[in-house]
């Protein structure tokens, strides 16, 4: 499957990094029942979530979680800092809190700012389709040319981009698929490949597939993330190690 034209055209989509990171303070900050957009280039949102979550109540102690982003340079960013450290990130991270939030956080806030009680840093080196342009030509139809086989998916072809609203409208036109076709009724078709896809296709042999180690258990391989680990670097390492390279790149 992996040289057929439909299948080939998503070596033209990049899953890129993504930091989330988990923030336990010694008291209880300003906080909005909600999940907040930041004005940081460095954190794009955050939610307390002793206020807004009820698993992580707390009327006492706030518990921050922040997505880091951009942290690459495909993402936009200038830093790689998927190939950081732990402590690197949340250094870079704090420094940023006590810039969007001087007076409950760092060195100028009174008695010195909220006290990090701990913390957890996860990282997912793949994780949405980089939305850069002349992207959107190349994500795959739900329906795909295998008879008993249905993409779904945020990365399959519908309006919105990598997101939620993505991966819920994606997984109903991969139902209406599937539902189509069981019935015997005319589905909507396949979305057209791009020429030079078809040609390429054309020219190429078979290849090992990298980047998938079905022998680790690292959630790597499933494209989802994890907090690093000795094992989780060297899975990382093995399957994907440009992530792991250069830890500051020139932006694109
Ligand atoms: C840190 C972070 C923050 C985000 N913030 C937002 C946000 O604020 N708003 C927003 O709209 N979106 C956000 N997103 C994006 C959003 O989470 C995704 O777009 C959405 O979850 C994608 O859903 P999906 O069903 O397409 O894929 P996924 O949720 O990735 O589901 C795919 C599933 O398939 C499993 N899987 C993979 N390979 C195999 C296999 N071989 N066998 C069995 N199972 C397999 C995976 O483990 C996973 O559970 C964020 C993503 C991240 C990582």
Redesign the pocket.
Known sequence: WANMPYFRQVRELEGIP???IHMWFDRKLTSVDH?CFSRSPLL??YADMSTCCKEYADDERSMLEL???PCSPLAGGKTNWIAKSDEEIVEATMKELARLFPTEIGPGAPDGGAVLRKSAV?K?PR??YAAIPGRNKYRPSQETPIENFTL?????SQK?????????L??KLAAEVVTDRSAGRPTQGIKSVQQHVIDEANKASEEVPVG?D?DSDS?F?????EEMSQRSEEALQNQDKEQLEAATVAAR
């Open positions: 993504v930091i989330n999940l794009s949102v997505v880091f982003a996860v997912t994780s949405v779904a998916g945020d990365w399959t919105f981009l990598g997101s939620m609203e993505g991966a819920i994606a997984g998938l079905l959630a391989v499933y494209g989802g993330g």
